[in-house]
């Protein structure tokens, strides 16, 4: 994702029982005591088994079967979700999140797809942490597998975020309505029931039904479409690759689209207004280029075999990198020759560079948990430089990477400032994290450890660091194992991603010309707040340097220097 429109320094050295108190899901997590065959229970006598913001680990989501049926002219959408779910620890609850929908009906299905239960099931809410929890009467048996079934409906969002309503106004002034997504970071389940953080990724299998006057666009191609009755159709798409929820979309639209295919043979589409059609063009060549530029600079196929990029009248933010469709701004995304500036070609161009490094940073490889969100961002904002520096050197991109690095200077200089990995838990936490501290210092980082240890070797670690952590998580201690050529005992003895002899003199800590713990000196970039102050005092023949943090609003000479310079 990118916000709506960066000094480099080069320094080498259920809760189990209701009142447990909220804590880390980091932790190791039990279910509550299974309660064995029980007679159907109103809902008044049970408690939500659950008391922390994260969710219990023991149920693991495998697989989404989402039927989605949004009204444009009533404005709600009705929906149906099947979760394959993997149990691994018995219980009778399976709890996961839902914001603002109402839910008709929920059942539980043994690996055979029988009912666990002829009873109605009851669903409880948690609505401070935008949970529901299910209980299964029958006990779910770790080791075992099920489907959760639930109905569900809900009012398309006034907002941007969640399944919400999008409208423009065409030079007739007529408004038309359509239907958008934006999940991230927490929004997924304002659209359907899931288990939406970003550890918890599965294969997604969608159907959306629209009338037949709109088109229908999620991350995967329509690979059926069925007439249901004469205003009513059914698109069907292929299921997707592993992934975080956060990353799903769908669109319901009457746009019109160019479209070409790179290199790989990967089909790429531009969608916007039907009247604004024609300003995609630029578009279209830049994101062809680009995913081309990638797939060579990563040595990664793109998984997927298509990439639509679509610009949505009312959207908060720049633009998203949902995978296969990402969503942006029309000022992020269209560019018309005759009126637009070279800024605007310069800014269009970003955005897209942007969002298609997300494919390989965040996409294939998704950091953990949201406070290492800068292993996303910072990434695709330093990938913004490289690759347009690479594929289109006429803009100059190199004078605004350095205005990019003094605006993360001039905001990181502030004692209200953070980390680069800060904590982060509640959706308000969460979000406060897409700030220039996780963009523009974390690009500015990468490019001072890229030039630290050559443009080489810093290529090849992040080419290890992505094909080790495809369609998986990742921390920082693991990207910086994977710079460093750190391998762990298992990888080294099988071969795994680790250098072999040869390859290992292109090591960073033999071309530094020391042992150099990587970890150690990145932690100080990214686990403190703040940027290093030099000072240079020259004695006779000798030199005495003083490192500070640099702050603009603080001087030693204020009593609250020693305090801030501990922050």
Not at 200 to 218: D, M, Q, T
Not at 326 to 355: A, F, K, N, Q
Not at 505 to 534: C, R
């Amino acid at each position: 994702m990118i916000p709506v429109r960066l000094l480099v320094v080069l320094v080498f050295k259920v809760c189990l029982v209701r009142s447990q108190p909220t804590q880390s899901s980091q932790q190791v997590t039990s279910p509550p005591n299974p309660t064995g065959e029980q007679s159907p229970l109103d809902d008044g006598n049970l408690s939500f088994p659950w008391s922390r913001l994260r969710l219990p680990r023991y149920i693991v989501p495998l697989h989404y079967r989402l039927l989605l049926h949004p009204n444009l002219t009533t404005l709600s959408f009705t929906g149906t979700v099947q979760i394959q779910i993997d149990v691994q620890n018995n219980t009778n609850w399976v709890v996961l999140h839902s914001k603002g929908l109402q839910i008709s009906k929920a059942t539980i299905l043994d690996h055979n797809l029988a009912h666990l239960s002829d009873q109605v099931l009851p669903v409880l809410h948690n609505p401070s942490h935008e949970q529901i929890g299910i209980f299964s009467p029958k006990v779910l048996s770790s080791g075992q597998k099920y489907f959760l079934y639930i109905e569900f409906e809900a009012a398309l969002a006034e907002g941007f975020y969640g399944f919400y309503k999008s409208t423009y106004i065409t030079s007739e002034g007529e408004t038309r309505n359509l239907a958008s997504t934006h999940f991230e970071p927490t929004s997924a389940r304002m659209a359907f029931p899931c288990f939406d953080e970003p550890s918890f990724k599965a294969n997604f299998s969608v159907r959306i039904r629209r009338s037949p006057e709109y088109i229908s666009l999620s991350n995967m191609p329509v690979i059926k479409t069925t007439q249901l009755n004469r205003n009513l159709l059914e698109d069907q798409f292929a299921p997707s690759v592993t992934m975080s929820t956060y990353l799903v979309a769908f669109i319901v639209c009457d746009f019109k689209s160019v479209s070409a295919t790179t290199s790989s043979g990967v089909k790429v589409s531009i969608y916007a207004a039907p009247e604004k059609w024609m300003q995609t063009h630029y578009a279209l060549e830049v994101a062809v280029k680009m995913l081309d530029f990638y797939e060579e600079y990563f040595n990664i196929r793109y998984p997927l075999p298509k990439q639509d990029l679509i610009a949505i009248p009312d959207f908060q933010v720049g633009a998203m990198e949902n995978w296969g469709l990402t969503t942006y701004r029309e000022t992020s995304l269209l560019y018309d020759p005759l009126t637009s500036s070279i800024s605007d070609e310069l800014w269009v161009t970003m955005v897209i560079g942007h969002e298609l490094a997300h494919q390989w940073f965040g996409n294939l490889v998704t950091m953990d948990w949201w406070n290492d969100i800068w292993l996303n961002e910072g990434f695709a904002r330093y990938m913004e430089y490289i690759s347009v520096e690479a594929t289109y050197p006429e803009l100059k991109v190199e004078e605004y990477l350095l205005h990019t690095c003094f605006v993360a200077v001039g905001h990181d200089s502030l004692n209200s400032s953070r980390p680069i990995s800060s904590p982060a838990e509640n959706p308000t936490q969460i979000k406060e994290m897409f700030d220039t501290v996780s963009y523009n210092k974390g690009a500015c980082v990468l490019h001072m450890l890229r030039h630290f240890l050559t443009k080489e070797v810093f290529q090849s670690g992040i080419v290890r660091y992505l094909r080790k952590y495809s369609y998986g998580n990742a921390h920082n201690q693991d990207l910086w194992d994977s710079l460093s050529n750190t391998c762990s005992e298992d990888d080294f003895t099988s071969g795994k991603h680790c250098y072999s002899s040869d390859q290992a003199s292109k090591n960073a800590y033999l071309f530094a010309g020391e042992h150099l713990n990587l970890t150690a000196m990145m932690n100080t970039w990214t686990l403190q707040k703040g940027i290093p102050l030099v000072t240079v005092t020259r004695k006779g023949p000798r030199l005495l340097l003083r490192q500070d943090r640099f702050l603009r609003t603080v001087l030693p000479s204020d009593p609250q220097w020693p305090a801030v310079q501990q922050g």
